[in-house]
């Protein structure tokens, strides 16, 4: 029990600090970006999982031999009254603070499910007024803006994919096809679950830093994700194009369009990162379409299948570290 | 008959297109009148509606914020809150990234690049 805390504190802040910032600067994730997306999970769930793991085991340790005996002896003391001496002041410190984190995270969880869902039923809501059914797919509505601007709307079987008429009309139709196959792809990969759960973790933990680099590395490679479907059925130019046009017709809106882009780009990681104080710059908008169509322009091979495997048995052995550390000395015993 | 939905729509078109307050009596006339106009294909909206109805509708958009009541007069008199144009920059706003929750939206296509990348896109619009 002793020696398993420590090891999951390690693994903790192993998986807290130093593996995602290495992580987050590899170059290898743009070419294989399912394996990476599997990385980047595996490493939020295990360091979660160790981080009130190591609190729980530490904690428990005089209460019981295993995991098991101590969560039972535990309970005897808060249900039933029994004495609670065995348990020195730091033991309840961290067995309080196990408690208290994992609420947090479930509670941020809901909390920001809570606030999405109603941001989206607001945003459907006002579609069903302002957009017109789409000829160009079911489930395809258009918005009557100027600005080049599509995205979707995830919802179940109300998810929407939504094209703005500055869209349309800027877009030959090779390059809409691209992109709404783009958009198409993020409901049917369920990307918005990504978001959510990475955005709360984000939440959760604002003073981890590599919370944040977490969130930017998902929303890029479900960019990546994304296109890779679109270059299935549609040209690499096609989609590099409508890339293009999307990125610089946003700046071209204004009369000096290179700043205008910067400002609006500027703009919004600037609200993205108010109210959590240490977050600076970081990967906007504006890195991410750099960072797809750099990988577009010059693709690279995708990860070689060995290294791939090697990969995914690092996530399955990263999740089953940790379970197992905190179970199986309860199954011997 | 028309679904809720449509009529609501119909009705906020109305509204952002009449610039002032109208009675739900008003609205009524005006959608039986849609309805005459366009022969009853598209958006029959307005076949045999009931002031109630119309009335159902307004007191829904107008929990969604989007219509407000002049509380003075009787019968009360309806407009929409703000502009179709309001409404859509609205929306655009959540999407390119300015909303504090720009999860609900999801990955706009869009984004800008650096003067450098731009000018390497550019020159391979041209090309092509």
Redesign the interface.
Same mark, same amino acid.
């Not at chain 1, 590099?240 to 610089?248: M, P, W």
């Given at each position: 029990m002793f020696w398993t805390s420590y090891f999951l504190a390690v693994l903790a802040i192993v998986l807290a600090w130093p593996v995602p910032i290495l992580l987050s600067r590899a170059q290898w994730p743009a070419r294989s970006p399912s394996t990476a997306m599997l990385l980047w999970q595996a490493i939020a769930l295990a360091g979660g999982l160790s981080m009130i793991g190591a609190m729980l085991v530490y904690g428990l340790e005089p209460a019981g031999d295993t995991l098991l005996a101590g969560l039972r002896s535990l309970a005897g003391m808060v249900f039933r009254n029994e004495p609670t001496t065995v348990l020195g002041f730091w033991h309840i410190f961290a067995l309080s603070a196990a408690a208290l984190l994992s609420a947090h995270l479930v509670f941020t969880l809901l909390l920001?499910y809570y606030?999405?869902q109603r941001?989206?039923r607001r945003?459907r809501?006002? %579609?069903?007024?302002?957009a017109f059914p789409s000829a160009d797919g079911p489930r395809t509505m258009v918005?009557?803006?100027d600005? +080049?601007? #599509?995205?979707? %709307? +995830?919802g179940g079987a109300r998810s929407v994919t939504?094209l703005?008429r500055g869209?349309m009309a800027a877009l030959q139709p090779d390059e809409l096809r691209a992109?709404i196959i783009?958009?198409n792809a993020?409901?049917s990969q369920r990307?918005?679950l990504l978001?959510?759960a990475f955005?709360a973790w984000r939440q959760a933990l604002p003073w981890l830093p590599t919370t944040r680099l977490a969130q930017e590395a998902v929303?890029s490679l479900?960019?990546m994700l !994304?296109d890779d479907v679109a270059l299935k059925t549609e040209s690499k130019?096609s989609l590099?194009?409508?890339? !293009?046009?999307? !990125?610089?017709g946003?700046?071209t809106a204004g009369t000096n369009?290179?700043s205008e882009?910067?400002m609006?780009?500027g703009? #919004?990681s600037a609200?993205?990162d108010?109210g959590q104080p240490g977050a600076t710059g970081g990967a906007? +908008? !504006?890195v991410?379409?750099?960072s797809r169509?750099s990988r577009l322009?010059t693709p690279r091979p995708p990860l070689p299948e060995p290294l791939r495997y090697a990969v995914l048995g690092a996530c399955l052995l990263l999740l089953a570290l940790p379970t197992a550390l905190l179970i199986v000395p309860g199954l011997l015993g | 008959m028309a679904t809720l939905g449509e009529l609501e729509r119909a009705v906020m078109d109305l509204l952002w297109a009449g610039h002032e307050a109208a009675t739900a009596n008003t609205l009524r006339d005006l959608l039986a009148q849609s309805t005459r106009a366009q022969d009853g294909t598209a958006g029959h909206v307005g076949k045999d509606l009931a002031v109630t109805t119309v009335l159902t509708v307004l007191s829904r958009l107008e929990r969604k914020g989007l219509v407000e009541r002049e509380r003075g007069t009787r019968p009360h008199r309806y407009q929409a809150v703000s502009s179709r144009a309001d409404h859509t920059a609205e929306l655009m706003h959540e999407v390119l990234g300015s909303a504090p929750d720009r999860e609900a939206v999801l990955a706009r296509f869009i984004g800008s690049v650096s003067a450098t990348e731009a000018e390497t896109l550019r020159k391979l619009l041209e090309h092509s």
């Open positions: 920001t606030k999405i941001q989206r945003h809501e006002l %579609l069903a007024l302002l918005i009557s803006h600005s +080049p601007v #599509a995205y979707c %709307l +995830p939504v703005s869209l992109v783009h958009e993020h409901l990307h918005h978001l959510w955005a929303s479900i960019e !994304a130019a590099i194009k409508a890339i !293009a046009i999307v !990125a610089s946003a700046g369009g290179t882009a910067r609006a780009f703009d #919004a609200v993205s108010a906007g +908008p !504006a991410i379409t750099a169509v322009l | -």
